[in-house]
Protein backbone atom coordinates (compact mmCIF):
# COMPACT_ATOMS: atom_id res chain seq x y z
CA UNK A 1 0.00 0.00 0.00
CA UNK A 2 2.84 2.35 0.61
CA UNK A 3 4.48 1.67 -2.31
CA UNK A 4 1.20 2.44 -4.39
CA UNK A 5 0.84 5.74 -2.38
CA UNK A 6 4.04 6.77 -4.05
CA UNK A 7 2.61 5.53 -7.09
CA UNK A 8 -0.26 7.69 -6.88
CA UNK A 9 1.75 10.76 -6.06
CA UNK A 10 3.61 10.14 -9.25
CA UNK A 11 0.33 9.73 -11.08
CA UNK A 12 -0.73 12.79 -10.41
CA UNK A 13 2.54 14.79 -10.82
CA UNK A 14 2.64 13.80 -14.02
CA UNK A 15 -0.92 14.00 -15.06
CA UNK A 16 -0.58 17.63 -13.83
CA UNK A 17 2.50 18.97 -16.56
CA UNK A 18 1.03 20.98 -19.36
CA UNK A 19 0.89 19.11 -22.67
CA UNK A 20 4.38 20.29 -24.05
CA UNK A 21 4.88 23.47 -21.63
CA UNK A 22 8.42 23.66 -19.52
CA UNK A 23 8.73 24.85 -16.31
CA UNK A 24 7.24 28.22 -15.42
CA UNK A 25 9.84 29.13 -12.44
CA UNK A 26 13.29 26.99 -11.68
CA UNK A 27 12.07 26.74 -8.13
CA UNK A 28 9.34 24.52 -8.93
CA UNK A 29 7.53 22.00 -6.57
CA UNK A 30 6.18 20.14 -9.10
CA UNK A 31 8.38 17.15 -10.45
CA UNK A 32 9.59 13.23 -11.05
CA UNK A 33 13.10 12.70 -10.77
CA UNK A 34 15.52 9.40 -10.60
CA UNK A 35 18.92 9.31 -8.86
CA UNK A 36 21.59 7.01 -7.91
CA UNK A 37 22.29 6.64 -4.38
CA UNK A 38 25.02 5.39 -1.88
CA UNK A 39 23.74 4.95 1.44
CA UNK A 40 25.37 4.33 4.92
CA UNK A 41 23.48 3.26 8.02
CA UNK A 42 24.71 2.15 11.30
CA UNK A 43 22.68 -0.41 12.44
CA UNK A 44 24.09 -1.10 15.76
CA UNK A 45 27.13 -0.45 17.65
CA UNK A 46 30.05 -1.54 15.47
CA UNK A 47 28.08 -2.28 12.45
CA UNK A 48 27.91 0.20 9.85
CA UNK A 49 25.96 -1.37 6.10
CA UNK A 50 27.43 0.78 3.13
CA UNK A 51 25.64 -0.15 -0.21
CA UNK A 52 25.09 1.47 -3.66
CA UNK A 53 21.14 1.61 -5.26
CA UNK A 54 18.68 3.78 -6.92
CA UNK A 55 15.76 5.38 -6.27
CA UNK A 56 12.52 8.03 -7.55
CA UNK A 57 10.90 11.08 -6.13
CA UNK A 58 8.10 13.02 -6.76
CA UNK A 59 6.81 15.94 -5.74
CA UNK A 60 3.14 17.89 -6.50
CA UNK A 61 2.75 21.53 -5.71
CA UNK A 62 -0.88 22.67 -3.77
CA UNK A 63 -2.03 24.82 -6.66
CA UNK A 64 -0.99 28.76 -5.62
CA UNK A 65 -1.33 27.76 -1.69
CA UNK A 66 2.71 27.33 -1.58
CA UNK A 67 1.84 23.83 0.14
CA UNK A 68 3.19 20.98 -1.64
CA UNK A 69 3.52 17.01 -0.94
CA UNK A 70 6.52 14.52 -1.49
CA UNK A 71 6.77 11.53 -1.40
CA UNK A 72 10.44 8.77 -2.69
CA UNK A 73 11.21 5.63 -2.47
CA UNK A 74 15.32 4.61 -2.49
CA UNK A 75 17.46 0.64 -2.49
CA UNK A 76 20.51 -0.25 -1.89
CA UNK A 77 22.54 -3.22 -1.71
CA UNK A 78 25.60 -4.65 -0.73
CA UNK A 79 27.50 -7.24 1.16
CA UNK A 80 28.88 -7.44 4.83
CA UNK A 81 31.57 -10.36 5.61
CA UNK A 82 29.64 -13.07 4.03
CA UNK A 83 25.96 -11.77 4.02
CA UNK A 84 24.38 -10.17 1.13
CA UNK A 85 21.61 -7.25 2.21
CA UNK A 86 19.03 -4.86 0.55
CA UNK A 87 17.41 -1.80 2.70
CA UNK A 88 14.83 0.56 1.36
CA UNK A 89 13.70 3.42 2.60
CA UNK A 90 9.97 5.35 1.60
CA UNK A 91 9.23 8.78 2.33
CA UNK A 92 6.31 10.56 2.37
CA UNK A 93 5.07 13.91 3.59
CA UNK A 94 4.22 17.57 3.23
CA UNK A 95 5.95 20.91 2.90
CA UNK A 96 5.46 24.40 2.78
CA UNK A 97 7.20 26.98 0.99
CA UNK A 98 7.69 30.70 2.03
CA UNK A 99 8.76 32.69 -0.87
CA UNK A 100 11.24 35.69 0.63
CA UNK A 101 11.25 36.77 -3.24
CA UNK A 102 12.01 35.00 -6.55
CA UNK A 103 14.92 33.41 -6.23
CA UNK A 104 14.53 32.39 -2.52
CA UNK A 105 12.14 30.14 -0.31
CA UNK A 106 11.95 29.23 2.97
CA UNK A 107 10.85 25.08 3.55
CA UNK A 108 9.37 23.57 5.99
CA UNK A 109 8.65 19.51 5.81
CA UNK A 110 7.35 16.94 8.12
CA UNK A 111 7.49 13.57 6.90
CA UNK A 112 6.53 9.82 7.66
CA UNK A 113 9.39 7.65 7.03
CA UNK A 114 9.47 3.49 6.66
CA UNK A 115 13.04 1.48 6.57
CA UNK A 116 13.30 -1.78 5.47
CA UNK A 117 16.08 -4.23 5.32
CA UNK A 118 16.57 -7.90 4.44
CA UNK A 119 19.85 -9.89 5.08
CA UNK A 120 20.81 -13.58 3.27
CA UNK A 121 23.04 -16.23 3.56
CA UNK A 122 23.27 -19.43 2.19
CA UNK A 123 20.24 -19.32 0.61
CA UNK A 124 18.20 -17.90 4.35
CA UNK A 125 17.17 -14.42 4.42
CA UNK A 126 15.85 -12.66 7.68
CA UNK A 127 13.94 -9.20 7.17
CA UNK A 128 13.07 -6.32 9.39
CA UNK A 129 11.18 -3.14 9.62
CA UNK A 130 10.91 -0.01 11.60
CA UNK A 131 9.49 3.48 10.60
CA UNK A 132 8.80 7.00 11.97
CA UNK A 133 9.46 10.80 11.21
CA UNK A 134 10.91 13.24 9.90
CA UNK A 135 10.74 17.34 10.90
CA UNK A 136 13.09 19.97 8.92
CA UNK A 137 13.42 23.81 8.01
CA UNK A 138 15.73 25.12 5.19
CA UNK A 139 16.75 27.18 2.84
CA UNK A 140 16.23 27.10 -1.36
CA UNK A 141 17.70 29.48 -3.64
CA UNK A 142 18.86 30.27 -6.97
CA UNK A 143 22.71 31.08 -6.54
CA UNK A 144 22.78 31.90 -10.39
CA UNK A 145 20.16 32.01 -13.10
CA UNK A 146 21.05 27.93 -13.75
CA UNK A 147 22.54 26.97 -10.21
CA UNK A 148 20.87 26.30 -7.66
CA UNK A 149 21.01 25.71 -3.79
CA UNK A 150 19.39 23.74 -1.25
CA UNK A 151 20.27 23.05 3.06
CA UNK A 152 17.78 21.82 5.48
CA UNK A 153 18.28 20.77 8.92
CA UNK A 154 16.29 18.89 11.07
CA UNK A 155 15.25 15.93 13.52
CA UNK A 156 14.49 12.02 12.73
CA UNK A 157 12.96 9.63 15.02
CA UNK A 158 12.70 6.13 13.74
CA UNK A 159 12.18 3.48 16.12
CA UNK A 160 10.06 0.09 16.97
CA UNK A 161 9.93 -2.12 20.20
CA UNK A 162 12.52 -0.51 22.35
CA UNK A 163 14.93 -0.68 19.19
CA UNK A 164 15.81 2.75 17.66
CA UNK A 165 17.70 3.41 14.83
CA UNK A 166 17.77 7.32 14.54
CA UNK A 167 17.04 9.64 17.29
CA UNK A 168 19.18 13.20 16.15
CA UNK A 169 19.04 16.01 13.62
CA UNK A 170 19.93 15.43 10.23
CA UNK A 171 21.44 17.84 7.69
CA UNK A 172 20.68 17.60 4.05
CA UNK A 173 22.37 19.68 1.08
CA UNK A 174 22.68 19.74 -2.07
CA UNK A 175 23.12 21.85 -5.50
CA UNK A 176 21.35 21.98 -8.78
CA UNK A 177 22.11 22.59 -12.18
CA UNK A 178 18.94 24.01 -14.71
CA UNK A 179 20.22 22.28 -18.16
CA UNK A 180 16.73 24.17 -19.47
CA UNK A 181 13.61 25.42 -17.95
CA UNK A 182 12.37 21.88 -17.36
CA UNK A 183 15.74 19.31 -16.73
CA UNK A 184 18.01 19.61 -14.47
CA UNK A 185 21.04 17.42 -12.67
CA UNK A 186 21.34 17.81 -9.14
CA UNK A 187 24.23 16.67 -6.33
CA UNK A 188 23.49 16.23 -2.54
CA UNK A 189 24.49 14.27 0.82
CA UNK A 190 22.22 13.51 3.96
CA UNK A 191 24.64 13.74 7.03
CA UNK A 192 23.24 12.77 10.61
CA UNK A 193 23.96 10.38 13.61
CA UNK A 194 23.55 6.93 12.23
CA UNK A 195 23.19 7.59 8.47
CA UNK A 196 24.99 9.26 5.68
CA UNK A 197 23.77 8.88 1.81
CA UNK A 198 24.64 10.75 -1.40
CA UNK A 199 22.67 11.21 -4.34
CA UNK A 200 23.32 11.89 -8.08
CA UNK A 201 20.03 12.42 -10.02
CA UNK A 202 18.10 13.69 -12.93
CA UNK A 203 15.06 16.53 -12.68
CA UNK A 204 12.39 17.03 -15.14
CA UNK A 205 10.27 19.82 -13.18
CA UNK A 206 7.24 21.78 -14.42
Known sequence: MKRNTLSALLGLA????????????????????????????????DLDLSGNGGGINASLAFGESDFYGFAGYETASGEFVDVDFDLGRLTG???????????????????????????????ESEDANV?????????RGLMADNLEGIAKIGYTLVEDSGYTLFDGAVAEMGVRWHIDRAWSAGLSTELGDGI??????????W
Do not use: M
Open 14 to 45: LAAAPAAQAAESPLSYTYVEAHYNNLNIDVVD
Open 93 to 123: GVGYALPIDERFHVLGEVAYVDYRGEASRDG
Open 131 to 139: DGYRVSVGL
Open 196 to 205: NSFKLGLRLQ
